[in-house]
C-alpha cells in the first residue's frame, strides 16, 4: 500500500494495534502465577544453594576457614567468605527454571497459540525475563537469611548494600537473558533441565568457594579468568566492605558482553521460530 493510500486509510483500529507494555504485563503476570501454581518448583531452585550452605559451613567450614589465614579463622570466617559464592549459585540455579519455562513455551504448543493471538512479539520473552529477574531477588533474598542465621555477617553501610542490589540485578539480567537463549536452543524439556549445568559449576571453579591462590597453576589461571571470579569477588568486596580493585568493571563488561550476546541469540531464534 502506497503512503498516500496509508494516509486515507487512517489511523489502525485501537483492537488491532500493540501495546508492548499492556501485552509484557500480561505475560509477566502469567509466569507468576505460574510460580505461585508450582512453588515446587521454586524451592527446589533455591533448596540446593542452602545445601551447599549448611554443607560447607557446618561440615567443611572449620578447617577451610582455619586455611584461610585470618584472625578470626575457623568457621565464622568461613561463612562470609563463602556467602558471595552460594549467593551466586542462587542466581544461576534460579535462572535454570527460566531455561525449563522457555522450553516448555517452545515445545508444548504455546507459541502456536501465540501467533494466533493480536499481541506484541516481544512481550512474550519479556515476561519470562521480568519473571525470572523477580523470582531470583526473591531467592537471594530467601538464601541471604539463611546464611545470616548460620553466621553471615556483613560489613557493609548502607551505600554498598544498594550497590550490591544494583549489580546483582545486572548479573542476574545478564544470566536470565542466557537462560532464555538456552531454552531457546533446546531440543525438549528434558534436556533444558541439564543445559545450564556447567554454568552452575563455575563458582566451584572461581573463588566462590576456596581462593584461587591455592588452586594448582593451570586450575588456577582458569579460576582468575573466567567471568564468575570477578563477579564473586565484586560482591565480596562490597559485603565485607573491602576494595574491589579492577574486579567490579570486569565482572560488568562480562555481564555486558554475556547480556548482548544472549539477547541477540535469543531474537533470533525467537524470531525465526515465532515466524513459522
Given at each position: 500500500?502506497?503512503?498516500?493510500?496509508?494516509?486515507?486509510?487512517?489511523?489502525?483500529?485501537?483492537?488491532?494495534?500493540?501495546?508492548?507494555?499492556?501485552?509484557?504485563?500480561?505475560?509477566l503476570?502469567?509466569?507468576?502465577?505460574?510460580?505461585?501454581?508450582?512453588?515446587?518448583?521454586?524451592?527446589?531452585?533455591?533448596?540446593?544453594?542452602?545445601?551447599?550452605?549448611?554443607?560447607?559451613?557446618?561440615?567443611?567450614?572449620?578447617?577451610?576457614?582455619?586455611?584461610?589465614g585470618?584472625a578470626?579463622?575457623?568457621?565464622?570466617?568461613?561463612?562470609?567468605?563463602?556467602?558471595?559464592?552460594?549467593?551466586l549459585?542462587?542466581?544461576?540455579?534460579t535462572?535454570?527454571?527460566?531455561?525449563?519455562?522457555?522450553?516448555?513455551?517452545?515445545?508444548?504448543?504455546?507459541?502456536?497459540?501465540?501467533?494466533?493471538?493480536?499481541?506484541?512479539?516481544v512481550?512474550?520473552?519479556?515476561?519470562?525475563?521480568?519473571?525470572?529477574?523477580?523470582?531470583?531477588?526473591?531467592?537471594?533474598?530467601?538464601?541471604?537469611?539463611?546464611?545470616?542465621?548460620?553466621?553471615?555477617?556483613?560489613?557493609?553501610?548502607?551505600?554498598?548494600?544498594?550497590?550490591?542490589?544494583?549489580?546483582?540485578?545486572?548479573?542476574?539480567?545478564?544470566?536470565?537473558?542466557?537462560?532464555?537463549?538456552?531454552?531457546?536452543?533446546?531440543?525438549?524439556?528434558?534436556s533444558?533441565?541439564?543445559?545450564?549445568?556447567?554454568?552452575?559449576?563455575?563458582p566451584?571453579?572461581?573463588?566462590?568457594?576456596?581462593?584461587?591462590?591455592?588452586?594448582?597453576?593451570?586450575?588456577?589461571?582458569?579460576?582468575?579468568?573466567?567471568?564468575?571470579?570477578?563477579?564473586?569477588e565484586?560482591?565480596?568486596?562490597?559485603?565485607?566492605?573491602?576494595?574491589?580493585?579492577?574486579?567490579?568493571?570486569?565482572?560488568?563488561?562480562?555481564?555486558?558482553?554475556?547480556?548482548?550476546?544472549?539477547?541477540?541469540?535469543?531474537?533470533?531464534?525467537?524470531?525465526?521460530?515465532?515466524?513459522?
Amino acid at each position: 500500500m502506497s503512503t498516500a493510500a496509508h494516509a486515507l486509510a487512517g489511523p489502525a483500529p485501537a483492537a488491532l494495534r500493540f501495546h508492548p507494555l499492556r501485552d509484557s504485563a500480561t505475560m509477566l503476570r502469567r509466569n507468576l502465577k505460574r510460580m505461585i501454581r508450582y512453588p515446587s518448583m521454586t524451592v527446589q531452585l533455591i533448596g540446593m544453594p542452602i545445601i551447599f550452605l549448611l554443607l560447607f559451613v557446618y561440615v567443611f567450614g572449620g578447617t577451610m576457614g582455619a586455611g584461610l589465614g585470618g584472625a578470626a579463622g575457623g568457621r565464622a570466617e568461613y561463612v562470609n567468605y563463602l556467602a558471595p559464592g552460594i549467593l551466586l549459585m542462587t542466581i544461576t540455579a534460579t535462572v535454570q527454571g527460566t531455561t525449563v519455562s522457555v522450553a516448555m513455551d517452545m515445545t508444548e504448543g504455546i507459541i502456536a497459540r501465540f501467533r494466533t493471538m493480536h499481541i506484541a512479539r516481544v512481550s512474550v520473552l519479556t515476561g519470562h525475563v521480568l519473571g525470572s529477574v523477580i523470582q531470583a531477588v526473591l531467592s537471594t533474598a530467601v538464601v541471604t537469611g539463611v546464611a545470616l542465621l548460620v553466621g553471615f555477617r556483613p560489613a557493609a553501610g548502607a551505600g554498598a548494600w544498594f550497590a550490591l542490589a544494583g549489580f546483582l540485578l545486572v548479573v542476574t539480567f545478564a544470566l536470565v537473558w542466557l537462560a532464555v537463549a538456552l531454552g531457546l536452543v533446546s531440543k525438549s524439556v528434558e534436556s533444558s533441565s541439564n543445559i545450564l549445568l556447567p554454568l552452575m559449576l563455575l563458582p566451584f571453579l572461581g573463588s566462590g568457594f576456596v581462593p584461587t591462590s591455592s588452586m594448582p597453576a593451570g586450575l588456577r589461571w582458569f579460576a582468575e579468568y573466567q567471568p564468575f571470579t570477578p563477579i564473586i569477588e565484586t560482591m565480596r568486596g562490597l559485603l565485607m566492605d573491602k576494595p574491589l580493585g579492577n574486579h567490579w568493571w570486569i565482572a560488568l563488561s562480562w555481564c555486558a558482553v554475556i547480556a548482548l550476546g544472549s539477547y541477540l541469540w535469543s531474537k533470533k531464534l525467537f524470531n525465526r521460530e515465532y515466524s513459522r
